[in-house]
């Protein structure tokens, strides 16, 4: 995994972003930061703790389309694709493709 992400300024200063609590806010960033190359996090709950956040702000990023939950527990940032983009040589194929395959990216490069 990354010890670097990048934001994208369209999705973090969109109203639906910015009019969710500053708690879940929060979350996002976290949850961003240690997703793998893909964008999928296999722990929400664990970051959840580490970082003090509620279970309300969880299911605010889920209700507010920010994340894609899964019934295995993994979430993928809906928007990965539009905030980072790897080089091919430092890629890392996800481990959870189960998850992945349930997916499509759409043209604006949002899952």
């Known amino acids: 995994m990354a010890t670097k992400r ?9 109203d639906a972003f910015l009019d969710m609590p500053v708690s879940s806010q929060l979350l996002y960033f976290h949850l ?4 793998d190359d893909e964008g999928f996090v296999g722990n929400p709950k664990k970051i959840m703790r580490m970082v003090g956040s509620g279970e309300d702000d969880y299911k605010v990023l ?7 939950a899964f ?16 080089r091919m040589d430092r890629f890392n194929s996800t481990s ?16």
């Open 96 to 111: 959870y493709q189960e998850e992945k395959k349930l997916l499509s990216v759409k043209e604006n490069k949002a899952y």
């Open 62 to 68: 889920i209700a507010k389309r920010f994340l894609i």
């Open 71 to 86: 019934e295995s527990g993994v979430v993928v940032i809906k928007h990965w694709l539009i905030h980072n983009t790897i």
């Open 6 to 14: 990048m934001f994208s300024k369209q999705i973090v200063d969109s």
């Open 32 to 35: 961003v930061m240690r997703a």
